[in-house]
């Protein structure tokens, strides 16, 4: 006899099926059979967890072993996925049939604001000047912006652009999506400050 934890391939503290339990020595291959579930089992449990499927059910009557429920697949699992394009979710152009390729135009900087974001960008991401930065580049894949250093652009350009400040509540990942959309941001919370001022100046 020898004395085992015998836990589950998932990795939380919960998988624990028994602690300190005195059985015949194991060895590679070996099943091992838990004939005290209860009624709820497979629903109690936390199956799904990290794509593990439901396993098979076994009832055991009369001295014979019934098979109630087949064990999950891969296959089961992947059948209630979705696939989306992650272009799109991101907010990008799709993309490109490779059978009718066709250049992406880069749309150079306009405007004070995106300039002053281009700026920003190049000092924070030490971007070499003699790399251009187009309105339509994207911040992450193609200049390589982090959560942190969106910080950092967000602070410089909350000091740099009067009358700006970042609200959490309106901010979303598609604003960082290129120096466009995130110009288009600070435009749209401008506007809306604008807006409350008037209000605030006629209301007095």
Request: proline share 5%; aromatic share 6%; net charge negative.
């Amino acid at each position: 006899m020898k004395t085992y934890n015998i836990s589950g391939p998932l990795c939380t503290p919960d998988d624990l099926l028994g602690r300190d339990v005195s059985i015949e020595e194991l060895v590679e291959g070996d099943i091992l059979a838990v004939t005290s579930t209860g009624a709820y089992g497979p629903t109690a449990s936390p199956v799904l967890f990290h794509s593990h499927g439901y396993p098979a059910e076994i009832l055991q009557t009369n001295n014979t072993l019934i098979l109630i429920r087949k064990r999950d697949t891969a296959e089961d699992i992947l059948s209630f996925h979705v696939d989306n394009d992650l272009r799109a979710l991101q907010g990008l152009p799709a993309a490109i049939d490779d059978n009718s390729f066709e250049s992406i135009t880069n749309v150079p900087v306009s405007g004070d604001l995106q300039l002053t974001i281009s700026r920003n960008l190049r000092d924070v991401l030490m971007i070499p000047d003699e790399e251009p930065i187009f309105a339509n580049s994207h911040l992450k894949n193609d200049l390589g912006l982090d959560s942190l250093s969106s910080v950092h652009i967000l602070v410089s350009l909350e000091d740099q652009v009067q009358d700006f400040f970042v609200n959490p509540d309106t901010l979303l990942p598609r604003h960082f999506n290129t120096v466009e959309t995130l110009a288009d941001y600070i435009e749209k919370t401008l506007y809306q400050y604008d807006s409350q001022s008037e209000s605030k100046a006629v209301t007095a």
